[in-house]
């Protein structure tokens, strides 16, 4: 103890400044794996193998998978739930065309508005319109609400659906695959990332098809109020 309370040992020296100076960094980098490298070792993580592939997908190739994938969603939907599933369409049906009939409405509005006339009286005249307006939008944020609630009720029981799926799958396998450590990651990679992005996905289909329709809707709006225009 005492050698650590009175100082250093005896015959101790401590290091003195560095006298010669660092060499400066290399210009340029070897290109290409070096003796020691690890790189080439390593492999790319399980949870980003089809990132790469999702993101060099051309704006074709998602046209072309995505009635396919829409179509085995809507199977697992009706499979899963039935009634909740015909809610989730009778809905979004429904919103749709309370967004056409209150863009007709809305029209109807502007053109009391905007009539001839003193404006406490085209103000007056336009009220019934406004009405009509303000129903369409309360109708179609029920509907709204009645989608998000039939789609909590229904993507459950999908996810449910595709790890009963999965498990059975996983469950049928002969022995030398369970040795197969490419089958243990595909496998991991479709229990960790797939089942996250099904839940994902019914979301995303849900709100597909409402722009889908909405922009129908206006489509067939704009043909009603000006029939005159050529296609």
């Known amino acids: ?35 020691g490298d690890m ?5 790319e993580a399980y949870w980003s193998v089809h990132d790469g592939a999702a993101a060099r997908a051309t704006v074709r ?8 994938i829409t179509a085995r969603i809507g199977r697992l939907a009706w499979r899963a739930d039935r009634r909740a599933t015909a809610a989730v369409v009778a809905c979004q049906l429904g919103s749709a065309a309370m967004s056409a009939f209150g863009l007709i409405a809305s029209v109807a509005v502007l053109r009391e508005l905007f009539a001839q006339g003193p404006t406490p009286d085209r103000v007056r005249a336009a009220v019934p319109q406004i009405l009509l307006v303000v129903g369409f939008i309360a109708g179609r ?7 998000a609630v039939a789609q909590a009720r229904v993507t459950p029981k999908i996810r449910t659906a595709l790890e009963t799926e999965f498990f059975h799958l996983t469950a049928h396998v002969r022995l030398e695959a369970v040795e ?3 089958w243990h990651d595909e496998v991991y990679r479709a229990n960790d990332r797939g089942l996250f992005y099904a839940r994902q996905i019914v979301g995303q289909v849900v709100s597909l098809a409402s722009s889908v329709l909405g922009l129908a809707g206006t489509v067939g709006v704009l043909g009603v109020l000006h029939p005159e225009v050529d296609a």
């Not at 944020?141 to 989608?147: G, I, K, W």
């Open 1 to 35: 103890m005492s050698e650590y309370a009175d100082g250093p040992a005896s015959g101790s020296t401590v290091p003195g400044p560095r006298a010669a100076s660092l060499a400066p960094p290399p210009r340029a980098l070897p290109v290409g794996s070096q003796d």
């Open 39 to 43: 790189a080439e070792e390593m492999e």
């Open 61 to 68: 190739q998602v046209l072309v998978r995505l009635p396919r």
């Open 141 to 147: 944020a029920l509907l709204e609400a009645a989608v």
């Open 180 to 182: 197969d450590a490419d």
